[in-house]
């Protein structure tokens, strides 16, 4: 899920990046006018890659902890089970010995 979202990310990032590229081509700046428009857009571009990975990566590492969570409730309550047979299979042999 967190790939899909990426993905989306990134294709999202190069669609403004190209669409805010041949805007400014077009815009009626100078030389240099144009490049530090362009280089304003990449630095936003780049800074909002950036929050967005960090904030995937922060999801990715909390269902990651809470998979891992789940798996030692999940294996207690495995073990809880096993000794309750354990318990339930001695008393019968206690009984019926």
Same mark, same amino acid.
């Given at each position: 899920?967190?790939?899909?979202?990426?993905?989306?990310?990134?294709?999202?990032?190069?669609?403004?990046?190209?669409?805010?590229?041949?805007?400014?081509?077009?815009?009626?700046?100078? &030389? =240099?006018? #144009?490049?530090?428009?362009? %280089?304003?857009?990449?630095?936003? +571009?780049?800074?909002?890659?950036? /929050?967005?990975?960090?904030?995937?990566?922060?999801?990715?590492?909390?269902?990651?902890?809470? &998979? =891992?969570? #789940?798996?030692?409730?999940? %294996?207690?309550?495995?073990?809880? +089970?096993?000794?309750?047979?354990? /318990?339930?299979?001695?008393?019968?042999?206690?009984?019926?010995g």
């Amino acid at each position: 899920m967190a790939d899909r979202a990426a993905d989306k990310v990134i294709w999202f990032a190069a669609g403004v990046a190209l669409g805010t590229a041949a805007a400014m081509l077009y815009a009626p700046w100078a &030389g =240099r006018d #144009l490049r530090r428009k362009i %280089a304003e857009k990449a630095n936003q +571009g780049s800074t909002a890659i950036a /929050e967005t990975s960090k904030d995937l990566y922060d999801k990715g590492k909390r269902m990651i902890e809470r &998979g =891992r969570q #789940l798996a030692a409730e999940a %294996a207690d309550l495995f073990e809880r +089970g096993r000794k309750l047979v354990e /318990e339930v299979r001695g008393n019968d042999e206690y009984a019926h010995g």
